[in-house]
């Protein structure tokens, strides 16, 4: 169900990962996703979630089992809902590519993942207005 990039890029990073269809879309569970300091846990599941046209139609938001919270007590901005995907009430992070930051044929769950771990490190410091 995933490009051969993608495969390999599991295989090696996130071991014990399971893709698994559900609702017309392609479920990646990274499970164990090590968390930066600043929040209440060490480690968490990680949700993605990708169009049945991925990798030419773009991953769009992110999930985590159990919830990501900081250790300060402030809200982490566009986290607050929660949503039930493969048995299991996740977390929702909304975030969203800008028109032309995915490239088809480039991009990739690598380059998805940066920006995954780009928002947890700034997750971390930034406070919610």
Known sequence: MLPPIDEKLLAERAPGYSVTPEGGMICVLIPNLPMPDGYTVASADLLL??????????????????AIRRV???????????????????????????????????????????LVHSELRAGARARAA
Do not use: C, K
């Open 49 to 66: 979630r990708l169009s049945a046209g991925y990798p030419d139609v773009p991953p769009d938001m992110w999930w985590f089992s159990p």
């Open 72 to 114: 300060d007590g402030h809200i982490i901005a566009a986290t607050e809902h929660q949503e039930s995907y493969l048995g299991r009430v996740w977390q929702r992070w909304s975030r969203h590519l800008n028109p032309g930051q995915w490239r088809s044929g480039i991009d990739s769950l690598e380059s998805y993942l940066a």
